[in-house]
């Protein structure tokens, strides 16, 4: 499968940004599909994830509150709704498909898109 993300830009703190991830490929419902971020001079971390069939999620402590994860099946695209955002918010974010099981670590992921970049003002 491959992963395109869109929606980054510029945005106040406070502010809100809807990024979206478009699948080409078959997406199954066993999958979890997950967005991470990288922060510059930091490691990719965990933001959110989704069980593609159940619609199961878990979240980040971070933005746990703020962000909401969810999926269209029928658009084979997975968005992340990230409300209250916050300048330590700034990063690019990447989604990923697991491999197997429900995980969040970024290993256990592949086919990531090119990322989108998110800055927060403050």
């Known amino acids: 499968v491959q992963l395109v993300e869109s929606g980054g830009g510029l945005v106040q703190a406070g502010g809100s940004l809807r990024l979206s991830c478009a699948a080409s490929g078959r997406i199954f419902s066993s999958h979890v599909m997950g967005w991470f971020r990288q922060a510059p001079g930091k490691e990719r971390e965990f933001v959110a994830l989704i069980r593609w069939g159940a619609g199961t999620t878990s979240y980040a402590n971070s933005v746990k509150g703020r962000f909401t994860i969810s999926r269209d099946n029928a658009e084979n695209t997975v968005y992340l709704q990230m409300n209250s955002l916050k300048p330590e918010d700034t990063a690019v974010y990447y989604c990923?498909?697991?491999?197997?099981?429900?995980?969040?670590?970024?290993?256990?992921?592949?086919?990531w898109g090119q990322g989108t970049h998110i800055t927060v003002s403050s």
């Open positions: 990923g498909r697991c491999r197997s099981g429900y995980s969040s670590r970024v290993l256990d992921y592949e086919s």
